[in-house]
């Protein structure tokens, strides 16, 4: 076990974390007097929120993500999230739905069968007949 000790430019109670942020905020605060300087119009924190906001929602659904698998199993967890972010990012109509749902398959076979990643097999499985049941587990 390795204790991360912090550097000696920090005499007292800080940690190295808070020195971490010190430096972003220094790069942050020459960047922004960089832009005021070359007549750049600066972001507004509404802006700047707003991306944050988009970050956070895209961490949620690959929570959801994660958590559905549990139940559903890989493929089918898979196959219902491609399309829904698809439309979520705004790729609407057929073709693009047909090209997630594609991808999500590939995505499946390429880890379950092709690389043989031990994923948790989903609740839906028990209630199939045992032949299909071993068949998905093993390969789906």
């Given at each position: 076990l390795?204790i ?8 007292g109670?800080s940690?190295a974390?808070?020195d971490?942020y010190k430096?972003q905020?220094?790069?942050?605060s ?5 832009q ?7 972001e ?5 929120i707003a991306?944050f906001?988009?970050c956070?929602e895209?961490?949620v ?8 698998i549990?139940?559903?199993?890989y493929l ?5 999230f ?13 073709r ?6 594609l991808i999500g398959?590939?995505?499946?076979l390429?880890?379950r069968t ?6 948790p097999?989903?609740?839906?499985y028990s ?5 299909i ?7 789906f």
């Open positions: 390795m991360r000790r912090p550097p000696r430019s920090t005499q109670v940690s974390a808070s971490v430096r905020a220094l790069v942050l020459v960047v922004s007097f960089r005021m300087r070359s007549g750049i119009a600066l507004s924190p509404r802006i700047i991306g906001h988009r956070c895209f961490a659904w690959f929570l959801v993500y994660v958590y559905i549990r139940w559903v199993g089918v967890a898979t196959l219902l491609m399309p829904a972010l698809s439309l979520r990012v705004g790729f609407r109509g057929v693009w739905m047909m090209t997630a749902v398959l590939v995505i499946v390429l880890f092709g690389l043989q990643v031990r994923l097999d989903g609740y839906v209630y199939l007949p045992p032949e049941r071993n068949f998905m587990i093993r390969n």
